[in-house]
């Protein structure tokens, strides 16, 4: 973690923003129905790996309950219930939980991991004598990497004196090596984001030709080949050889006008499309409705335009000249997507291949190729006005040749020929283009799907690194020990000499957020509050922790005495938003908002109260609850009171642990 600052800035109960949201499908904490006890109690471990002890303990009692009585689970048993607390913290119903636990284990002799581990657990809860404290520590150093991880995990404060900061010493080391372990850096991040959306693209329009244009060529067709070759035979009447040999000239360029025409045509149409893609409307559009998916997509879109600026290109002309390109794509993904339900965060992926394809062609020269590709080639033209003039130039041989003939007949033969002809050539180039813009379009779909199929794994390969739910657990765990750590140094207190330890966590104003089914929501920004209590009193630190990059700011500190405190409660219901509010004698209140509502976005088989528990045992405030509650309550004799209590239940029990593993 970089060196923090020092700020004494308050931070009041500001506006919390969701910059995005997603829940995962991952299946950790779900039970399915009928679960065995295997089942439920390794649920209850991922939640207590989680750092979720409450809801841990709940299913691994329960498992044993249920007969799944092993070594393994006692250790785990033991862990949810000491977990983060000194001994003297567990008041008298978990003094109870202690003692049931203890009775229901025979003599641990003979060996196995868990067993060991298991051991050096209540080898530490009976060490209450400094005189055992080396033995428990050595005792803990002899354990197997897996067991000792997870008892410095989780009772780095259970004993007190000199062994407590032997503990906590370990317990920060291995923080420091796992705040940053499994390239936390590289991974978080993609946590906060949804699963993306399959791609898609817009389907081909089938070939739309009217019965009337295929009626004009039809009809057409026949009777100019009938009119030809009514105008060919009194022709060939009148001017014998020569005249034939016009005829057979003026057919040849009709040919011509028609294969040109056709390709002529379908170029200009298929360029005046693709031109009307990259020009800007002629009248700005109407604004899609607020918090609309149509609109967080024009957000999108304004966002990655604006970030993917192509080099050496000045912004504003960047934005101009791609305002069309721009509404085409924006108008396709809103046309492919509005009817998924779907968020529009899960088709940025989308969004950003598209912006940086756009960007790619512009530095490439190449974002208007089709222009070129479209013109109509020289030889095309060549035939296609070749073509004409020389069915003029004949028709003017042969036609004065047919009237003469025969003047009623060929004059009608001759203007039948020309308006057919017209009329059925037009026909046919419209049929011609309409049948290659469908082979072109779909040529140009294959190319997309394969374009965004490729990018779309890209992103999915790049999702499947995304940190389990126990990481990211884990990897705050790390933060809040060496955040505690680092203020006890700045406070020059050893950790032997810190009464207690609680944090509030909570969202910060501005942030992301994420949750496994069943899950508590894990946030991009926090804001934390930490009370370290002392026989001087309280040391308050707030603390605003970027958990992407692994950074904190340190933005208030107070100091006050016991006797300070005047009130601490929770404000809100179950679950809704709930609001953590301590009050001093002389000072406003500190309000911080611990939880937010569980009964939006509930998954399938979730249950508001449940996921509203989760919240709370993540956060930390039941345990911050309970120290400060009695502060308020009995000032600096809370402590004394608390000892006496505490110390009474702790002679009982050290005897029936000795009696366990001596």
Known sequence: MTTPTWNNIAQDD????????????????????GATAEERFRVGVSYLDARMPGEAREHIEKAVAQGYETDEARFHQLLA????????????????????????????????????????????????????HELAVKELDELRPRQRDKILDHLGVLL????????????????????????????????FQPAPAPPRVRAV??????LADWLRVVLGT?????????????????????ALFAYLVAMAGVACVVVSGADRHYRRERLRTKDAEFSPARQQPAEAPSGGFARNVDRLFDKYFARYVPRDTDRSTWLAETAGIRRHLRDELVENYRESRIGADRIAWLVRHLVGDVRQRWEKGTLVAYRAELRTPIATLGLYWGGLVGAAVAGAWVVPAAVSTAPLIGAASVLLAVICGVVGGRASFRIVG????????????????AARQAAFDRWKQRLSRKPSDAEMAAWLECDRKILVNEVMRHYRLKPSQVISHAFI????????????????????????????????????????????????????????????????RIDGVASQQLT?????????????????????????????????????????????????????????????????RADRRLDDLTDTVRKLID
């Open 14 to 33: 500001a506006h919390v923003g969701v910059q995005a949201q997603t829940i995962h499908g991952d299946v950790v904490y779900h039970l399915p129905p």
């Open 81 to 132: 219930l000491l977990s983060g607390r000194t001994l003297r913290q567990l008041g008298n119903e978990g003094f109870d939980h202690l003692a049931a636990i203890c009775g229901r284990i025979t003599r641990l002799d003979g060996g196995g991991e868990w067993r060991a581990g298991l051991r050096a657990v209540l080898r530490l809860v009976g060490s209450v004598d400094p005189s055992e």
């Open 160 to 191: 007190e004196g000199t062994v407590e900061d032997q503990i906590w010493h370990r317990s920060v080391e291995r923080a420091r090596a796992g705040q940053y372990a499994v390239q936390r850096r590289e991974r978080v991040w993609i946590f």
């Open 205 to 210: 329009r089938p070939a739309s030709i009217p």
């Open 222 to 242: 026949a009777v100019f080949v009938i009119a030809m070759g009514n105008i060919g035979w009194l022709s060939l009447q009148r001017a014998g050889w020569l």
């Open 434 to 449: 309409e049948g290659r813009r469908v082979k072109a379009d779909e040529a140009e779909w294959a190319h997309q799907v």
């Open 505 to 568: 966590e909570a969202p910060a104003k501005s942030y992301k957020r994420a949750r496994v089914p069943h899950g508590p929501w894990r946030y991009s920004r926090y804001r934390l509050l930490l009370f370290l209590l002392t026989t001087d009193g309280v040391r308050q630190v707030d603390i605003d922790l970027d958990f992407e990059q692994g950074t904190s700011n340190r933005t208030q500190r107070l100091n006050y005495r016991f006797e300070a405190v005047a009130a601490v």
């Open 580 to 644: 953590f509010e301590l009050t001093l004698v002389n000072g406003d209140p500190i309000r911080i908002r611990v939880t937010e509502s569980t009964t939006d976005d509930i998954q399938p088989g979730e249950d508001p109260l449940t996921l509203s528990q989760v919240s709370l045992d993540a956060s930390g405030l039941t345990h911050t609850l309970n120290v400060l509650e009695g502060v308020a309550a009995e000032g600096k004799e809370w402590i004394r009171h608390q000892h006496r």
